[in-house]
């Protein structure tokens, strides 16, 4: 949030790059899997199943939380405005495929998009321990 409340500009459309996500939730429990089912020296990449582009990201992120949406650069200009490190994330686009981590592991992502983590973030959290911790501190 503190991004889109900054204002700071992402790629136009047509100089956009392909991001991939995982809620840390699902990040954990594909570990987990990974140990106990994944094959010896086995590869796994872990990311939910939405084809999201940096910007469209961003976007709906704004959307969700009612922000407004960030500025729309040219890559030539994202160079001269942004810091290096942002715009090296800016430089790689992958696509990456999950099916062996739905296949071999079995894992059913609980956050299969980012509109669903992103809305998970934005509720509150209704697990036992969410909920003692709040009874605990009112």
């Known amino acids: 949030a503190a991004r889109l ?5 992402v790629l136009r ?3 956009d790059v392909y991001t991939n996500h995982i809620h840390a939730d699902d990040l954990a429990r594909a570990c987990v899997r990974a140990l106990w089912r994944g094959q010896a ?3 796994y990449n872990v990311n939910d199943d939405t084809c999201l582009k940096m910007g469209d990201y961003f976007d ?3 959307d969700l939380y009612g922000l407004p949406r960030p500025p729309r650069v040219a890559r030539s200009t994202a160079q001269s405005e942004l810091p290096l490190m942002l715009l090296s994330f800016m430089s790689e686009s992958r696509r990456m495929d999950n099916t062996r981590l739905k296949r071999e592991l079995r894992l059913r992502l609980r956050y299969p998009t980012v509109a669903a983590g992103l809305q998970s973030a934005r509720a509150p959290s209704q697990s036992p ?9 009112a």
């Open 5 to 9: 409340q900054k204002g700071t500009p």
């Open 13 to 15: 459309a047509e100089d």
């Open 129 to 137: 321990q969410a909920l003692a911790w709040r009874a605990y501190i």
């Open 41 to 43: 020296q086995r590869v």
């Open 60 to 62: 709906l992120a704004a």
